[in-house]
Structures are given as C-alpha cells and as structure tokens.
C-alpha cells in the first residue's frame, strides 16, 4: 500500500498545549497545503486524554502506542503523520535561567523530562507505528533557541539545551528511520514565538507572536512539503534549514 491509498492517519501529541491543539483543528480542518481529505483521522494524545500519555510513566506511552495501532488496524488505517508538539519552559519547577548561578537540579530534570526524554519515549514506541514504505512524517516540535550555532544570547540554559538535544534526537532517529523506509521524513520544528502560556511570560515588544492557528496551519504546510532530503534537520515554520 502506498501513501496515496486507504486510510491516512494523522497523530498530534501535546495535544493538550495551545499548539498542539490547534494542530489538531488544523488538521482536521484540512489544513495541510493538500486536500481537505489529507488525513481520514486525526487521533491526539495529551496526559487528559484517553488514553493517556504521560512522559514521566513509560507505561503509558507504550499503551498509548498500543491504543493507536489498534484504531488503526481496526479501520484499516496507515499513520501517516507524527506530530510530537510538547515542550516546557516555566511553570512550578522553575524559570528559564538568566545565569548559571540560577542552574537547579530539580528545574533541569523537569524541562529535559519533557522536552527531551519525553520525546525520546515516544520515538521508541510510535516510530515504529509509522509504514514501512511511502511517504511518512514525523516531525518534533524544537526551537530555534535550541541551535548551538544560532546561540548569540545565553541564558536559558535548561531549555536550550533540552531542546539541542531533542534535536539530536531526531537526527538519530532520522537516519534509523530512513533505514526502515527510505521515503519517511522525521525533522525538528522552530514554530516562531507562538502565543500560548509558554511564551506570554517572555513576549517583547516588537517581537512577532502568531495565533497557535496560524503557527499550526504553517507548521503543518511544512510538514506537506518536507522531502527526503530535509529528513534529520531542524526547519522553521517558514520552511527555512536551520543550523543545529
């Protein structure tokens, strides 16, 4: 079977954040740069949904992986589409750190929890959930904060790094992934300043911050248009390479 016949599928998780939902009412809108019918159905998984996923309990990814090959064995389905659209950056763990005097332990674990070994998790158990030939795409939501070569500013230690590592990630599994399929696509996604709780706290003047709907509806004609030859780097929302 491939990517143009029976039922395509379409994952979002982090489906619970401003982005990922809106990733998820983009798709399902059609919202994808193809057809209105580019994806039959478009499953999403959060730590509130059913079932749910939860980076900090392995238990549960692998019973959400479960859940998913099951909907769509029971229809007939391929997935088609990953969209990984987690990630932290404040809240009750910590701040992003202005210096290295401000480094803590617990901070550092928390961010690299979610937004590296989370992700990590489910490359391990949704990966393989993807066809083993056709067209295929998973894409990981980054930042371009993340970008060792991109990195003017400092600070922010724990969520740069969590995210350069992410990316490193992806690259790995890029080249696996490719070995298993050599027409899949997995790369690490810079969606802008996007306008959810993550980044209120941090928004500047003059600083350009999109609608979560806008920032989706880019993100997902991206992910239409990526190619093989863009698999294991990290893409704006613009479509632009940028430098790891």
Known sequence: MNDNA????????????????ALVRQAQAGQAGGPADAYQQVLALGRR???????????SVAAA????????????????????????????????????????AAYL???FAINTIGPA??????LPLLPKTGRCVAGFVSAKVGSIGDNALG???????????LNQLVKTAS??????????????????TVDTPLSQPFAKTGLKVRPPDEAAA??????????????GGLIDYRGEKLPF
């Not at 099951?70 to 391929?78: L, Y």
């Not at 998790?121 to 949704?126: A, R, T």
């Not at 600070?155 to 590592?165: E, F, P």
Request: aromatic content about 6%; some cysteine.
């Open 6 to 21: 029976g039922r395509r599928v379409a994952l979002v998780i982090g489906a619970g954040g401003g982005l990922g939902a």
């Open 49 to 59: 949904t059913q079932p749910p996923l939860d980076y900090t309990d392995e238990a």
């Open 65 to 104: 992986a479960r859940w998913v090959a099951a909907q769509c064995a029971g229809s007939g389905a391929e997935l088609r589409l990953l969209i990984v659209a987690s990630g932290f950056l404040h809240g009750a763990p910590g701040q992003p750190e202005r210096s290295w005097a401000h480094l803590d």
């Open 109 to 111: 674990n928390h961010v």
């Open 121 to 126: 998790l489910v490359m391990k158990h949704f």
């Open 155 to 165: 600070g922010w230690y724990g969520y740069r790094a969590s995210k350069a590592a």
């Open 175 to 192: 080249i696996e992934l490719t070995r298993r399929n050599k027409d899949s696509i997995c790369v690490a996604l810079h969606p802008g």
């Open 218 to 231: 880019d993100l997902l004609r991206v992910l239409d248009s990526v190619t093989a030859g863009d698999t």
